[in-house]
């Protein structure tokens, strides 16, 4: 491995869980907008595994290099170069897709950018089309273990913008961007992968 390449335990640990529900999720995906990359490793593992997909992985500008060090590696004809995409901007720029997945990212943005990643997923999506988001959530309030509630507690000291969301907030969201939930996945250490697909208008 290349000591230039940004590696994340955790993508390591929960690509193949993640996988298994995408596998079921995106069986009739062709193409895949992927929101916040982070290191590429995800981008790299699901398109090596779900060849029937286009996968465009995304992040901001600071992060793209260490995505392409993976992509260049693995030279996967389906996936895309990384682009730049900001979920506050109005136009996304990324084409056609049917589905949208993201990791991770709903407690590392500040709740704006939530609000503006669900109503671009909103905008974006055909009837039909998918959004899988994958974390830790709260619900009704509450964290689902005391690991959760630790890690809330470290986000929100390092930034108070930061912090686990709750899903009926999320789902909130959601509706209002013409979002339906299909299912909500258990997920190892206490994740959650949440499924909705665009109804019709």
Do not use: C
């Not at 869980?17 to 079921?24: A, S, T, Y």
């Not at 959530?137 to 000291?157: C, I, K, Q, V, W």
């Not at 209002?176 to 258990?186: F, K, S």
């Amino acid at each position: 491995m290349s000591q230039r390449k940004p590696y994340a335990e955790s993508s390591e640990q929960n690509q193949g869980p993640i996988l298994e529900v995408l596998r079921e999720a995106l069986a009739g995906a062709t193409r895949v907008l992927e929101i916040g990359s982070g290191t590429g490793q995800h981008a790299v593992h699901f398109g090596r595994h779900l060849p029937h997909l286009a996968w465009l992985p995304t992040d901001l500008a600071e992060n793209l290099a260490g995505i392409r060090s993976w992509l260049d590696e693995a030279a996967l004809a389906n996936v895309e170069p990384p682009r730049v995409l900001d979920v506050r901007q109005p136009v996304w720029g990324v084409g056609d897709v049917d589905a949208v997945f993201s990791a991770n990212t709903a407690h590392i943005m500040d709740w704006e950018g939530v609000r503006a990643m669900v109503a671009g997923v909103g905008r974006l999506l055909p009837a039909g089309g998918v959004f899988a988001l994958y974390g830790p959530f709260h619900y009704g309030g509450e964290p689902t273990s005391p690991s959760n509630a630790r890690f809330d507690a470290m986000l929100r000291a390092r930034d108070p913008a930061m912090g686990v969301r709750n899903f009926e907030d999320l789902d909130a969201l959601a509706r209002r961007a013409g979002l339906a939930l299909r299912r909500d996945y258990a997920m190892p250490v206490n994740n959650r992968t949440l499924v909705w697909h665009k109804v019709a208008a």
